[in-house]
């Protein structure tokens, strides 16, 4: 269909934005289907309370710490709209053929009728997103008159001098705002009457346009009273505020980071576990500044450091598949303290917090992987004289290879078995995290000089 009439012949319906999203997340839920894929641990809070709002028509404002995933649910509201939708050739806000809104538009209409061009616009092109800042403009947001279409010769009073921003260019679209308290309040002033009048003030022109549009919004809480606020009149306007947080699952923490982080390497269930321990105790440390979180993407950085540690040792050595082992684990403190906000009493102890709290993470995981394995005879080696060296330049078969003979006895491989372990690098991750608890247990030793580890 390339005109209105073929358009009118078909027998399309023209549906409002939100009656469209409406329809179309009712028919998910009918059907089965997951109307928000790749979002993890929300499903019994955050994703019920967006439903109904979105049910309800509301525009919504999502607040919460860094890295819950509040950019990544309301760019899912994507999938809520139809996947092509009819507007007017050449319109400038995408008007729907059967119901223009700007005097160009309807111009057009008028004149050419049923001969009218129209043009299809996936619903990709129909989400807008604006991150705040304090220097975004009201005509970033709304419009300014343009001096180029006044030298033309057109009148101020002319409404087709305006330049329109980003919300009117929504017209039946999302527009999402990051970080909303970050707007200056006169921009956020400005707001008002375009999401509840519907008005478009500028400079002093009042330009009436029914603009159907769902505003959605993301903050930080601390942001009222560190970086700004959402101006009262304006939190008023959002029909829903709803509050996001971290995972509140381990299998959830594990899932995000398994679906976000770009590995490089082989990384093993055991120490993508660790990480979601370590981070989540890093939300429990007295010692963080919880107003700030710990977002998702220090684990998922973490993930990709030693991902990438792994990659390094094995193209220095020449080892023909790259596995992050535990040791590469000390890696990921290194370079992630910085991603860290800790409360002001903790200055140079950030390097003995983060330590400590990876252990209790590791800790964690070889009871929740080892209980009940006996490890007595590997004990006993050590106790008689034997030492197991590894690092970060130690190959997985050297490391293997250097393991005091136990006799007939099975419990390497029973260490392995216990994580799953297919080949050498997995089967030394798994035993050097059998050391690792034996150490946390002190019931072997061990010293390190940044190069090498060796317990003994």
Known sequence: MATLGELRAS??????????????????????????????????????????????????????????????????????????????????????????????????????GDDLPISWRHRDERYAEKLATPDTSVADLIGDVDPMKVAEGRSLGDPETIHFGLIPRAHRGIVSINELPDLAERIQVAMLNVMEERDIQI?????????????????NPEDYTNRGRIITPLKDRFGAEIRTHYPTEIDDEIAVIRQEAHLVAEVPDVLVEILARFTRNLRGSSAVDQRSGVSARFAIAGAETIAAAALHRATVNGEDVAVARVVDLETAVEVLGGKIEFETGEEGREGEVLTHLLRTATAEAVREHFRGLDLALLVEAIEDG?????????????????????GESEVYDDIGERIGAQNDGERACAIELALEGLYLARRVGKESDGRETVYG
């Not at 319906?13 to 059907?31: F, G, H, Q, S, T």
């Not at 999502?62 to 950019?71: A, F, H, I, P």
């Not at 400079?203 to 903050?219: E, Q």
């Open 203 to 219: 400079r002093g022109y009042v330009l009436r346009l029914p603009l159907d549009v769902l505003v959605v919004a993301s903050a």
């Open 386 to 406: 034997a030492t197991i060296s590894t690092g970060a330049q130690t190959t997985a078969r050297d490391f293997l290879s250097g393991l005091p003979v136990l």
């Open 11 to 112: 027998g399309h319906e023209l549906k409002p934005l939100r009656d469209e999203i409406r329809a179309n997340l009712l028919a998910r839920l009918r059907a089965g289907e997951d109307p928000w894929p790749g979002l993890h641990g929300f499903s019994d809070t955050v994703i019920p309370q967006l439903e109904r709002a979105l049910i309800a028509g509301h525009d919504v404002v999502l607040l919460g710490e860094r890295g819950q995933g509040k950019t990544r649910l309301l760019r899912s509201l994507v999938g809520l709209l139809d996947e092509w939708s009819p507007v007017i050739a050449g319109s400038e806000l995408g008007e729907h053929p059967f119901d223009p809104i700007t005097h160009g538009a309807k111009r057009a209409v008028a004149t050419q």
